[in-house]
């Protein structure tokens, strides 16, 4: 039965259902059981933002507390992996990845591709990503277009509760390194979320609203910033096509296309820093597969080429919003050769 | 103190999770004398559009909701009054009405209360309207739930007690459907009568549930008052098996939509809403199988595997058949093989899902099989 839930009861139901049904399923991260100064295991804080929480004391032995090594345990968890085990290693921030590159990009991304596909890697890196909550420029990046440049990763960014427990499930099950995105801005959201298992596929878009005139491809938090917008714009007569990507790699490139070969319009909105992001990379597929249909120039809403500011009025402006959105859909519905 | 002449027509709530409704057009006009049960507005709901049928008998006074806005569930869209009563009085309780609706103070509409009782150790979910003596139950086809009874559930459960299930493998019903069988539906049906303490009601059931209830009819006879059997599987040879076979393996929207517009006379039906709730359901975890085995229950190459004809034959519980002249999943010629057994009603403009495109006709036919019952 469906029930109302945040985005962080979501992601922790579907770690300990899984956990539950799949006694490979391990958790591992930094402060899931206490943290400095703390007294340990009574003070089980389920991760800095308190995702993980509950699971330490329910599935005793399977919930690690690590030190704070992100190449030792991120490389611990890829070895579990490809042992047999289930890991789903939550890497604090993702601005931290950069000291577990090799483990992830050459390491887990590999071993699939080189070894025949004798070697799975079924390996889960939660991760949290993007601006908003004044943390600066070392825990504010939107980095999923890193991951999604490599081959071998598969990169999952959920919009909502509903995509967070069926996209995370899929995750788990899946036999591939998945790097999971959850945006910090999103943990207190709340949407309604079957209390059933379920899984959604990747690389199957979701077409979140309907409409004629424009497409418009929001990632991860955006698409609520794109939800906004469009709720904004019907009211000035232009119907926006939503499309929520849900996992930038596999991506759904046939449900864009689809879209903007009816509409003639696109509008991508992506939280990342501009050059080779989700923005280019989309705008690139369907200037090159879908030419004949656009009817106005691409537009991109992204953040601006540079770190995130730690200055609260910079950050705010720094954020793609709805009225940036707003713009960018009238100039490509005003557009005139 | 308002003229108590005056009558509200409220947005209505149709199924489980409706907030909210859409007028798409108006079917009478301000000044127009309107008799109860014409057709008043189309409505959107989000997962279809649906005929409002007017509750009131008299002249429509004034339109509150315009076209194309979004209202919730209970508000006022129009007001019948006697042509005798003031418009200064009608513009008044128009006011009222609109501050009540931006003040954000409406009354909640008792939609259906779901509960869940245990049968043979799975939990099945149902969806109850209304506590009148007279007991129907809905029971609904393959990949379906008991929310798309709702055009009919309502105006049915007028005096009666209205229950629709979710049979095994669907809806918030348990996943596991036995061996799939038709035997094993029944008794799951038949479990639910004894677990909710009825000890004989009025079955209706759509498609494969048409052929369940008339299982359970053929199984134990005095535990039915009549049946009411729309669109059901399992008399006559004839299906769109493909149809079957994609429901049960589509993974994506893509590939679900299609398939879903043969469900409906008008394909316009098929919404994107009714394939993402789908995709839903078909996303959690046991309904892969359980689709699986009830195709194969149902489906022998390119025809139908079951047979209710006979099974209908073995009883003789009073019987009405509703059938769409445009189905295009079980193809109308097969009411031929009802014969002689009971009426069958034919529906013109309405595919498979007439209770959905002909809520009226069902529910007509429902009324005249618990009449005879």
Known sequence: ?337 | MADERIKHVTMPKWGLSMKTGRITEWLAEEGETVSQGADLADIDTDKIVGTLESPEEGVLRRIVADVGAEIPVGATIALFAPPDVPDAEIDAEVAAAREKLASGELEEVAGPTVATVEVDGRPLAYATLGDGEEVVVLVHGYGGDKNSWLFVQEKLAEGRTVHALDLPGHGESAKDVGDGGLDELARAVIGFLDAVGVPRAHLVGHSLGGAVVTAVAAAAPDRVRSLTLVAPAGFGTEVDGEYLRVFASAASRRELKPQLGKLFADENLATRQLADDLLRYKRLDGVDAALDKLVKTLLDGETQAIDAASLLGSTSVPTVVVWGREDRVLPVANAAAVGERAEVRYVDGAGHMVHMENPGAVRDAVEEAVRRG
């Open chain 1, 1 to 337: 039965m469906a029930r109302t839930i945040s985005y962080r009861e979501a992601i922790n139901e579907a770690l300990a259902q899984e956990m539950e049904r799949d006694e490979r399923v391990i958790v591992m991260g930094e402060d899931n059981a206490g943290g400095a100064g703390s007294p340990g295991d009574e003070d089980a804080w389920g991760g800095v933002l308190g995702v993980t929480k509950g699971l330490y004391h329910r599935f005793p032995g399977r919930v690690l507390d690590t030190p704070i090594s992100e190449s030792a345990f991120i490389g611990a968890a890829i070895g579990a992996a490809t042992a047999g085990m289930r890991p789903v290693a939550e890497l604090m921030f993702i601005d931290f990845m950069g000291v577990c590159f090799d483990q992830i990009f050459n390491q887990a991304a590999k071993f699939r591709y080189m070894f025949g596909g004798k070697a799975l890697t079924p390996v889960v890196i939660r991760t949290m990503y993007g601006a908003g909550l004044r943390a600066a420029a070392q825990h504010s990046q939107a980095l999923y277009p890193v991951f999604t440049h490599i081959p071998g990763l598969k990169v999952a960014v959920p919009s909502s509760p509903y995509e967070a427990k069926g996209l995370l499930t899929q995750a788990i099950r899946d036999d591939d390194p998945v790097i999971f995105c959850e945006h910090k801005a999103l943990y207190d959201t709340t949407g309604e979320v079957p209390e059933e298992q379920y899984v959604i596929p990747f690389g199957e878009a979701n077409v979140v609203r309907d409409g004629g005139d424009v497409t418009v491809v929001a990632i991860g938090r955006m698409v609520s910033v794109a939800l906004a917008a469009a709720d904004e714009l019907a009211g000035a007569g232009i119907q926006c096509e939503v499309i929520d990507p849900r996992t930038t790699s596999p991506l759904d490139t046939d449900t864009i296309l689809e879209s903007v070969e009816s509409t003639g319009r696109l509008v991508v909105v992506d939280e990342s820093t501009p050059r080779c992001n989700l923005a280019t990379d989309i705008s690139a597929t369907v200037a090159q597969q879908a030419f004949g249909a656009l009817r106005a120039p691409i537009e991109m809403v992204t953040a601006p080429h540079t770190p995130v500011p730690f200055a609260g009025n910079l950050e705010d402006l720094y954020i793609p919003d709805a009225q940036r959105v707003v713009n960018a859909v009238k100039s490509v519905t005003s557009w005139e050769r």
